[in-house]
């Protein structure tokens, strides 16, 4: 099987680190130390590490050229269903390097930060705005440790009122963040059906309230693209019944500028600043996923937060005996690199910069929806909101699965868009294409996309079946790293 | 607005198309008292230049480490960091690509993480290391969860040594569940002897290393102490420096290594984005929480790596899943890996024998001045001093005089038992003439 | 004595000879499944009821609970297992058993499928 690239040339095959290095090689200088005394006691490190070294243009190129083989949202339209993958902006990158930001410690004198916990309250300032809350928890280090947050604030409220609840409501449709979240806070998770619109089903919702619910966990807009119409309703049967509304807020993109979670009914919500505010992805992190809260759980906000004492702004780090917060979420405050660069796009853009953001993101889902729905099959009548859902009917016959043709994608100079979830749908292929895609660049992926699913139906299977065939690996053996486990390197005998 | 491509023209244009006249047709589903006509109160889209100047004068408002003689510590170190380090993380095929789950054009992520793993195990000594954490922090509460599923019992034993914060993050992550936490009081003057406490229902005994207030030791008594109830002992690191020249947690018997990878590749940030670590013996694989890059093959046979062991993962497992963890701190572990690569196992080990001296001949000037007495018989680049006075004004009085001179204990361990100690570490930044500043400055303020 | 195979709606079937039940899962869970990765059986001498979660059998993008169709105690798991996932592929329904059990009520296996009444549950539900 030969496996031609396109370019060949510069797609270069790289070794391991431990096969390109040695031991006794490094890439930073450093002085010999004077003779001293040591004070490890017993402990000293008598044994070899192991560790290669390389010097800096070994480095350099070794990790630009791994660098090479992947795909990035710098390189072409990034399509990924409920991931948000937009443009990141380089001045963010600039802005959280300044020193006073990058270059500072979490446990220095407060009177030596008063920059940086400005900063905190600028961008506390703006996410309550955006979202109508009164409040903000700061800390939690992505989306699921802000689902953790949210979650431990409304077990924390039902205990200071001596409700023990135990079940927390979470639709079928949910990302399996949801159920493992409540899972760690010791609740009892049961799945709430969709209805043949996409939406939560009112009724079954309802019959699925009672006392012994402690919270229901819904993203708006939800994980098929679609705006729960029924939100108002909803919110309401939750409060009826004494429990609180959780908003898995991944989706908030789609929104933000022109709804306000806060007169949604909603009682918690995080925000990943990595998907609406842009902070890069990296490759699977670090994310951000500050929790804004309502006026029913502000007060159980974790540790710490920003406090003024006029001109003085000053971090709460203990809990004092009449808090009712519910304790620490990690070691330090939060990451201050993400909110710097947060706070930069939301400056950059303005309020009426952000209302646009959702917008063109909404306009482009639906675009893209309204230009492959003949050849594709959508899952739902449009609108959308800043995805769209297509299932797998249009390959019914063809040989080609969903995973296929994501695969062919890959040949097409493109990120295949999320498959297989929702679970709601068969064979789910979820496009985001995201505000930062201008109609040029849609035009050549919808053409490409129209031109892939007709391959498919016209029986082309085998083009798919084989894809991808000009990436930098072809399709890996998942089976072989599940059974055989190899997750290091070892050195060969 | 610089950020979004679509003109008026295109915009009518795709509505056109989608056979609507109007963007709020496309929100006809939100209900009309929630869909909001205006912009919120927010100041309007500003130039890089403006946001720049803004965001210039507040960084300008904090004293960065680098501007002034530095000895904080307590789980987060300033160390020097090679400029290509930052370059390289900053290219835009790192930067903004996604979670490698689309393994064949993200081999770059997938191979740098497969190099991780490695360079974390043979640093712990352990068999195994994650793809990372959020920080050490939860690190380490995700170690005392994993302790529970593995030993099926429910009582955590943590050292005194224990950074306070990280024992806060294990109090959150046990609140709602039935484990029992039994927590040692601040071990100062010396290492806590907990070998006493373990019984047949402990599950794991956690140990800091070198310990909060900066004791490092040989814990091999304590892991045959946990080994022989059947316990688990987790070890935790939040300076990694410290094993280019301490023995490793693996070496001394350790079940699961935790550490905070900052020291590596990271600068401070005010306490974040950083890396967990997370180590563990072969064969407790399946119960590790978090993401595992593994070496397999391509249908042309050619090695390749890919995301593995995926069903213990929240996006399979949902509410049974081994934790609800669904990022791994990628950039940091790549800033981790290449600073890594760059010292290798040489630089590594010179970088911890600069660090022991700094703090060495450190430790020594501060014991000369009148009233001040290093606790510490052992440490490695931090150590508590006691001083005559309490400790958070003497920083005060210290960032006063332009030095940023350690961390007052009660900041962590709030009241007056322990309003008179003073972290202070010494890293291979902390040159003589910034440690002469500081010994000048404290002697003063006393 | 004669053996005798019943199914259970979670496409699990129990081989039954003498007091002694022997557990796996059908052609069709393993079909579903794809290549399994990984399995977690039961440790000897464990009672379980019937409908406990008995074992844990992985693919590469899933993982199912196995549940014990009736009561009894564990006398065996399937040791050859450890070292072959793929016999749940290749013999599911002979090879790839995954545990023995001592049955303490027989009377539960009443309520199981024999094969004609499966094979229509599976084409009704698949």
């Given at each position: 099987m030969t496996s031609a690239t396109s370019h060949f040339a510069l797609d270069h095959e790289e070794a391991l680190i431990f096969d390109l290095g040695d031991t006794q090689r490094s890439g930073v200088d450093l002085p010999p130390p004077p003779a001293h005394k040591s004070r490890l006691g017993n402990a000293a490190r008598t044994a070899e590490i192991g560790l290669p070294g390389l010097s800096e243009p070994e480095a350099v190129r070794h990790y630009t050229r791994l660098s090479r083989k992947n795909y990035a949202i710098d390189m072409g339209v990034f399509p990924l269903g409920s991931c948000t993958m937009k443009h990141n902006p380089r001045l963010n990158e600039k802005m959280a390097r300044l020193p006073g930001f990058a270059d500072i410690h979490p446990l220095q004198p407060m009177s030596t930060v008063q920059g940086a916990l400005e900063l905190m309250e600028l961008l506390a300032h703006w996410l309550t705005t955006l979202t109508g809350m009164p409040a903000v928890a700061l800390s939690p280090k992505a989306g699921a440790h802000g689902e953790l947050c949210g979650l431990m604030a409304i077990r924390a409220a039902h205990e200071a009122r001596g409700d023990a609840r135990k079940v927390v409501l979470v639709p079928e449709?949910?990302?399996?963040?949801n159920p493992a979240t409540a899972a760690l806070c010791g609740y009892e998770v049961k799945s709430i059906p969709a209805n043949a619109r996409g939406r939560v089903d009112v009724e079954a919702l309802k019959a699925a309230?009672?006392?012994?619910?402690?919270a229901l966990m819904l993203t708006n807009p939800n994980t098929c693209g679609l705006f729960e119409n029924d939100i108002l309703a909803i919110a309401k049967a939750v409060h009826d019944i004494g429990a609180y509304f959780y908003c898995d807020g991944a989706n908030f993109n789609a929104i933000v500028g022109r709804v306000r979670p806060g007169d949604l009914g909603v009682d918690a919500m995080h925000i990943n600043l990595h998907k609406t505010f842009s902070t890069p992805h990296g490759g699977g992190g670090p994310g951000s996923g500050p929790v804004v809260l309502s006026a029913a759980l502000q007060s159980f906000a974790p540790l710490p937060y920003v406090v003024r004492d006029g001109e003085q702004l000053r971090l709460v780090e203990q809990r004092d005996a009449a808090a009712q917060n519910f304790g620490r979420l990690s070691a330090f405050h939060g990451q201050m690199g993400m909110y710097v660069r947060a706070l930069a796009y939301m400056m950059s853009h303005g309020a009426d910069g952000l209302r646009r953001v959702a917008e063109d993101a909404v306009l482009n889902a639906n675009y893209v929806l309204a230009s492959l729905k003949d050849v594709m099959s959508a899952s739902f009548e449009g609108p959308c909101m800043h995805e769209a859902l297509f299932d797998d009917r249009f390959l019914k016959d063809t040989g080609v699965s969903t995973l296929d043709f994501a695969k062919a994608m890959i040949d097409a100079g493109y990120h295949p868009m999320?498959?297989?979830?929702?679970?709601?749908?068969?064979?789910a292929l979820l496009i985001e294409p995201t505000e930062s895609e201008s109609k040029a660049s849609l035009d050549v992926f919808i053409d490409d996309m129209r031109e892939l699913a007709l391959a498919a139906k016209a029986g082309d299977a085998a083009r798919f079946t084989a894809a991808p065939l000009h990436a930098p690996r072809r399709r890996l053996d998942e089976t072989q790293a599940a059974r055989k486990p190899v997750l290091r390197w070892e050195k060969q005998a | 607005m610089r950020y979004l491509p679509l003109s008026d023209g295109d915009r009518t244009a795709m509505l056109a198309r989608i056979g609507v006249s109007r963007v709020d047709d496309l929100y006809r589903d939100v209900p009309a008292s929630v869909l909001l006509d205006k912009p919120v109160n927010l100041p309007p889209a500003q130039g890089e230049m403006a946001v720049e100047r803004v965001l210039s004068r507040l960084s300008a408002r904090n004293v960065a480490a680098g501007s002034a003689p530095f000895f904080v510590g307590a789980g987060a170190y300033k160390h020097h960091v090679p400029a290509s380090v930052d370059h390289l993380i900053q290219r835009g095929e790192f930067l903004t690509s996604y979670t490698p789950y689309q393994p064949e054009i993200a081999q770059g992520t997938l191979q740098y993480l497969f190099e991780f793993q490695t360079q974390v195990a043979m640093l712990t000594g352990m068999e195994v290391a994650n793809a990372s954490m959020y920080d050490g922090s939860t690190a380490c509460a995700e170690a005392v969860l994993m302790a529970r599923r593995v030993t099926k019992r429910k009582k955590a034993i943590i050292s005194g040594g224990l950074h306070p914060q990280y024992g806060d993050v294990v109090k959150t992550a046990t609140a709602f569940t039935d484990d029992e936490l039994i927590i040692n009081p601040p071990a100062v003057a010396a290492p806590d002897d907990l070998a006493a406490l373990i019984d047949g229902e402990t599950s794991c005994v956690v140990v800091q290393n070198p310990s909060f207030f900066g004791h490092v030791v040989d814990l091999r008594p304590l892991a045959q102490a946990a080994q022989a109830k059947g316990a688990l002992l987790i070890v935790v690191v939040t300076e990694v420096v410290s094993l280019g020249a301490v023995m490793s947690p693996g070496e001394m018997g350790a079940d699961i290594v935790v550490g905070e990878g900052q020291s590596i590749g990271n600068g401070l940030t005010f306490g974040g984005p950083y890396l967990g670590l997370f180590a563990t013996r072969q064969k407790y694989m399946r119960q590790m929480p978090g993401r595992l890059c593994g070496e397999t093959v391509d249908v042309d046979g050619r090695r390749g790596f890919v995301l593995t062991l995926s069903t213990r993962e929240q996006h399979i497992r949902r509410e049974k899943a081994t934790s609800n963890i669904c990022t791994n701190s990628g950039l940091c572990s790549l800033a981790f890996t290449i600073h890594m690569s760059l010292l290798g196992e040489a630089g590594l080990r010179r970088l911890a024998v600069i660090n022991h001296e700094r703090a060495c001949r450190l430790a020594e000037a501060l014991s000369?001045?009148?009233?001040?007495?290093?606790?510490?018989?052992t440490f490695f680049n931090e150590f508590t001093v006691r001083l005559p006075r309490a400790a958070s004004d003497v920083v005060e009085e210290l960032a006063a005089r332009g030095v940023l001179g350690g961390v007052p204990v009660s900041r962590l361990l709030p009241g007056e038992t322990f309003a008179d100690l003073l972290l202070v570490a010494a890293t291979e930044t902390a040159g003589d003439e910034d440690q002469d500043a500081f010994v000048a400055a404290l002697r003063e303020v006393l | 004595m004669s053996e005798k195979i019943y199914y259970t709606k979670e496409h699990e079937w129990v081989r039954v000879e003498g007091n002694i039940a022997t557990i796996g899962i059908t052609d069709f869970a393993q079909s579903q499944l794809g290549d399994v990765v990984f399995v977690e059986l039961p440790e000897a001498g464990r009672d379980l009821k019937a409908g406990e979660a008995a074992a844990v059998v992985e693919s590469v993008k899933a993982a199912s609970e196995v549940y014990a169709p009736v009561s009894g105690k564990v006398t065996q798991a399937n040791a050859a297992l450890a070292d072959s996932f793929s016999l749940i592929n290749e013999a599911p329904e002979s090879d790839g058993w995954f545990f023995k059990l001592e049955l303490?009520?027989?009377?539960?296996?009443?309520g199981l499928m024999d094969r004609a009444a499966y094979d229509a549950f599976v084409k009704e539900h698949a």
């Open positions: 449709s949910a990302h399996g963040t309230l009672s006392r012994e619910v402690a999320t498959m297989y979830f929702p679970l709601v749908v068969h064979g | 000369a001045l009148p009233g001040v007495t290093v606790v510490n018989d | 303490a009520n027989a009377g539960e296996l009443g």
